[in-house]
Every structure is written in structure tokens, then in C-alpha cells.
């Protein structure tokens, strides 16, 4: 989106385009000023560990370091429900929703269990030492075309991927403008299929009132994350590719439907759009 695009995006939202209060812009003041140059060093940090080939665990908790920051510095009070699916010592293909920048920092921190990586947009491997530190750590990056060339990347990464590593996928593709949970796209059923991993579905709901697209500020308040019961695919081809994708869509619609009623019950407006 370019600066006009993003100018119009403030004027439709314009009760979400400024902070509130005077501890919404502290702590986004302080949020940036922390996370931004801890991101960097913690990029260092992985590059070395990588380079130095130490076990996965000790980069796997400099994930989950970051993500504790986050919240701690966020205020972020993450309610989690569903966590009895996740089995111990399985890999998934873990498919979410993707309302807010905030949720990368909210599910690594809640699925902490999982050793997880992501599916990033190719924008981000090419930012300095950020992109060297998810190359190095076996992050996907891949175009927003859906090219074939994407698909076969998927295929193959998915075949050379550590048998205990989870790989996140934002179904949607990239983050919601409006809050809304839109159409999947179909990158997440193909790995799933290549690799032979169940699916993990997951609803976070919340994150879109924290930190609302298009804009720089950091609420606090609590985040609801759902997960279901797994999708088994073992016996799946290619050609239930759709029908898997509708059957996970539709696992997550209720999941996070679920998650935005579990806030309202608390009296937290969820943000964004049913």
C-alpha cells in the first residue's frame, strides 16, 4: 500500500489510527524503542548460533524470548484454550488467522511447546540481518502470486525440514485490513500434503484491537488464542487439496468466533469484524 493508500486507510478508521491515551503512546514509545534494536540483536545473536551450528533449542529460545518481551512490554494478557491437542513431540503445520503484526509475537509465545517457524512474506528476507536470521533458521519466504515456483519451494522445504519443526502459515496470506477473516489461500494445504503433518488450526483473537493495521501504536489489554483438534491428512492427495482447505477454513472461523465471544464475555471488544 503506498502512503496514499494508507492516508485514505486512517480517514475510514480514524478512532483506530491514534493512540487513546497516555499509556497507549508510552508504552508504543517504548515498545519501539526497545523491540526494534532487541529484534536486531537477537538477529545477531541467531545468525552466530546458526553459523556455529548450536542445538535448535538454544535458537528456538531466542523466539520465544522475543515473544515474552513483547508481551511483557505490551501489556498483553494471552488467554489460551486447546493446548490438550497439541501433542508432545509432533510437528504441524500450524494454520492461523492473521489479524495484526502483533500475532507473530502472541502464538510464539503461546505455542512455546512447538519448535516453530514461518512462512514470511519475501519482503522480510530482504531486510538486513533480520532476513540472514530467518534464512539461516529455516523460515519459508515466498511471493504473494501463489506461483508455481512458491508451490514447488513449499514442497521442497517441506521434505527438508527437521521432522520436529512446526511451520506457521497465516492462511489469509497477509494480515487483514478490516479485522475480517478472509479466504485461505492454498500454500498451507500443499505443505501439508507434502509433508504428510496434520494441520494445527488456530483462532487469535484481539490482536486487531492492540495493534490495528496501518498504524503505530501498542494497547494493552487480553488476546484470545483458540486451537482445535487436529486435521489428520495421511491417505490425502492432491486432489482433496480444496476440500481441505474449506474443512480448515471452516475449523477456524469457529475457532476464532469462539475466541472473539470468550473476550466479550470479559467485556473486551475484540476489534475488527465477525
Not at 528456538?60 to 522475543?66: E, I, K
Not at 500454500?187 to 484481539?206: D, K
Request: proline share 6%; with cysteine; hydrophobic share 45%.
Amino acid at each position: 500500500m503506498g502512503r496514499r493508500g494508507e492516508v485514505l486507510e486512517r480517514l475510514r478508521h480514524p478512532t483506530e489510527a491514534v493512540p487513546h491515551d497516555l499509556g497507549t503512546m508510552l508504552r508504543t514509545v517504548v515498545g519501539v524503542g526497545v523491540l526494534v534494536p532487541a529484534l536486531l540483536l537477537l538477529s545477531a545473536l541467531v545468525v552466530v548460533l546458526a553459523a556455529l551450528k548450536m542445538p535448535r533449542r538454544f535458537i528456538d529460545r531466542c523466539y520465544t524470548g522475543f515473544a515474552d518481551l513483547g508481551i511483557l512490554i505490551g501489556a498483553t494478557r494471552v488467554e489460551t484454550r486447546g493446548l490438550e491437542h497439541v501433542r508432545p513431540g509432533m510437528s504441524y503445520v500450524v494454520v492461523a488467522n492473521h489479524e495484526s503484526d502483533w500475532d507473530p509475537v502472541v502464538l510464539f509465545s503461546a505455542l512455546r511447546m512447538l519448535s516453530m517457524r514461518a512462512v514470511v512474506k519475501d519482503e522480510m528476507m530482504r531486510v538486513p540481518l533480520l532476513g540472514r536470521a530467518l534464512a539461516l533458521t529455516g523460515n519459508v519466504h515466498v511471493t504473494r502470486t501463489q506461483s508455481v515456483t512458491d508451490v514447488e519451494r513449499l514442497r521442497a522445504i517441506m521434505r527438508e525440514r527437521p521432522p520436529d519443526v512446526s511451520i506457521l502459515f497465516y492462511a489469509e496470506g497477509t494480515r487483514s485490513r478490516d479485522g475480517s477473516l478472509r479466504a485461505f489461500k492454498k500454500g498451507p494445504f500443499v505443505a501439508a500434503l507434502a509433508s504428510g503433518l496434520p494441520i494445527l488450526p488456530v483462532a487469535t483473537a484481539g490482536t486487531y484491537r492492540i495493534w490495528p493495521p496501518v498504524t503505530v501504536q501498542l494497547r494493552r489489554g487480553p488476546v484470545a488464542v483458540h486451537v482445535g483438534e487436529p486435521i489428520e491428512v495421511r491417505g490425502l492427495g492432491l486432489d482433496d487439496r480444496d476440500a481441505l482447505r474449506e474443512r480448515c477454513f471452516a475449523t477456524v472461523r469457529q475457532l476464532r468466533a469462539d475466541a472473539r465471544q470468550h473476550l466479550r464475555a470479559q467485556g473486551v471488544e475484540p476489534g475488527g469484524i465477525d
